[in-house]
């Protein structure tokens, strides 16, 4: 059976790090250090879920932000939660860079100039991977969507 929610029906980019509630995903998009921390069941805001559910989501969130200012030293990081084209809960956190084809305007908005996309440094999946089991625990076997 098909929900027609993307972040039901598939991880969201390239899992990192994931427990009974949420996951944090690599994204596949054309910035250097573009990160998704996603609620696992479909909800649509984060006033849906309980305050416990809230707390942990924000812990999952700052964790992602402090692990890619570890590993990349961003000029900016940006915290996003949108949701008008895909209704789920979720989260981006984007590390931005002074060359990134878009800044300073927000990664959605106008090109400000061309650039390559930005290439994964080797190993950054890997590492952000270790350092949120390192902060938040070990990755949850039963960690993954929930339709």
Request: proline content about 7%.
């Amino acid at each position: 059976m098909t929900t027609g929610c993307v972040y039901c029906e598939g991880e969201g980019g390239r899992r990192l790090w994931g427990d009974a509630r949420c996951r944090v995903v690599l994204a596949d998009e054309p910035f250097l250090g573009f990160c998704r921390v996603i609620w696992n069941a479909h909800v649509r805001e984060m006033t849906d879920l309980d305050d416990t559910d809230i707390d942990h989501f924000m812990r999952v969130a700052f964790a992602v932000e402090r692990a890619l200012r570890a590993r990349l030293a961003p000029v900016k990081m940006n915290l996003a939660s949108l949701g008008n084209v895909t209704p789920h809960l979720h989260w981006h956190v984007i590390a931005r860079f002074a060359d990134d084809s878009h800044y300073p305007q927000p990664v959605w908005g106008t090109r400000q100039r061309d650039s390559l996309p930005a290439a994964e440094s080797p190993g950054l999946a890997a590492g952000l991977a270790a350092d949120l089991a390192f902060a938040l625990g070990p990755v949850s076997r039963s960690a993954g969507p929930t339709p």
